[in-house]
């Protein structure tokens, strides 16, 4: 039978980079209390406001690390009313396949695509963070085989409108917040299906293993605006929406309720200054109505 995909090299198992390129045992206490702080925020013990924040594409190192760093001051600054989670994007989706696809694929990106150097790079990158700054990172895995190499190192992990509807990526067996982007389409029953199907126990075929996971309860919603058929951008952060969505929410049942508000993409049709009058909406809703102030818990 003729093989439509070439088999360019073997690359290590995670298990492998991981012993090559290992985490101090500082770097994953802070992890740890960093993931617990979220916790916290999304099952309401904590009522702090999350805050993840950066580029939609980590393309190189040092710019990554002067963003980051210039974080840590601010994050003290607020610290009583935001926890801050930088985002280390270095998967990038494409709408059409198209493109640049972030650090994994091209950790230079005037080269050639190299996946192994990309898997080191991003290995390092995230555990250079947390080391000279103490923030723990959030990225996004666009293929859920990337995320064995980050697993110890990530504390907050999101899942792209695009791949909300893929099974592989139901985030069950994570253990670390997750967050659900609705789909391109607004459809927010499939977001929901999503939150549900990460927040339960699963079985699947994974590098070759029969698994099982637990369900993640830190399972939550992103609402990320939505784009009809002609392509034209429909925000879904406005109080009717969200006071659907606590609705919608509460009939699944689902364990705490919690979403983030994407005020970028098309709830800001990409205009990066729409974004501050969209979280002052946002807030809002929150001072008057109870409903909603228990649903929003952050920004992205």
Not at 196 to 218: C, D, H, I
Request: glycine letters at 6%; hydrophobic letters at 35%.
């Amino acid at each position: 039978m003729q093989q439509n995909a070439k088999f360019i090299r073997k690359l290590p198992i995670p298990m492998d980079i991981k012993k090559e390129f290992p985490v101090t045992e500082e770097v994953a206490k802070v992890r740890e209390a960093r993931v617990e702080e979220m916790r916290a925020i999304l099952d309401g013990r904590d009522s702090r406001l999350m805050l993840i924040i950066g580029p939609c594409s980590a393309d190189r190192e040092d710019s990554v690390m002067d963003y980051v760093c210039r974080l840590v001051p601010l994050q003290e600054k607020v610290k009583d009313k935001i926890l801050i989670v930088p985002r280390i994007y270095t998967n990038k989706p494409r709408t059409n396949g198209s493109g640049y696809k972030g650090m994994l694929h091209q950790p230079d990106p005037e080269k050639q695509p190299d996946l192994l150097e990309g898997l080191i790079a991003i290995r390092k990158l995230h555990a250079r963070a947390i080391e000279e700054t103490g923030l723990t990172c959030a990225d996004e895995m666009l293929y859920p085989e990337n995320r064995s190499y980050l697993d110890d190192i990530l504390s907050y992990e999101a899942v792209g409108a695009r791949s909300v509807e893929n099974q592989q990526h139901t985030g069950s067996g994570v253990g670390i917040p997750c967050g659900m982007k609705n789909p391109m389409s607004g459809d927010i029953s499939v977001m929901l299906n999503s939150i549900e199907a990460a927040q339960s126990p699963q079985m699947f075929v994974y590098r070759g293993w029969e698994v099982k996971t637990p369900g993640n309860p830190l399972a939550h919603a992103i609402l990320r605006g939505a784009v009809n058929e002609h392509g034209n951008n429909i925000p879904n952060y406005h109080f009717e929406n969200l006071s659907r969505l606590y609705d919608n929410y509460a009939e699944k049942g689902l364990e705490n309720m919690a979403c983030i508000i994407d005020t970028n993409h098309s709830n800001s049709s990409k205009q990066y200054m729409a974004q501050i009058r969209i979280a002052n909406e946002v807030m809002h809703s929150r001072r008057h109505s109870d409903d909603i102030k228990k649903l929003v818990k952050g920004f992205m």
